[in-house]
């Protein structure tokens, strides 16, 4: 993926950020034995997240789904923030239509 984090940015990223990004960037999907597939950009999509808990715990909590929806973007020092703030709104706003 072009204009991916390189090493170094990502070890000045860990030292920044309280937890890790998981996945942020590039696609995913899957290529079918006919031959077609599916496939998704990841920084426009959504994942449902399961923690791993004890299965006492699960049984005392209430039912319950955590997402996680990606929408991030590129700043540069040419960027202008409000501009880059909408394209993440639109990002955003492209993955919550399907909620």
Do not use: H
Request: proline share 4%; aromatic share 10%.
């Amino acid at each position: 993926m072009t204009g991916a984090p390189k090493k170094r940015s990502v070890e000045i990223l860990q030292t920044l950020e309280d937890q890790d990004r998981s996945i942020y960037s590039g696609i995913f999907g899957y290529w079918c034995v006919s031959g077609s597939g599916d496939w998704s950009v990841t920084i426009r999509s959504c994942f449902k997240f399961e923690p791993q808990i004890d299965e006492k715990v699960r049984q005392q909590r209430p039912q319950s789904e955590e997402w996680i929806i990606g929408a991030g973007g590129a700043i540069t020092a040419l960027s202008n923030p409000e501009a880059e703030w909408e394209e993440m709104l639109t990002k955003l706003n492209s993955v919550l239509r399907a909620f």
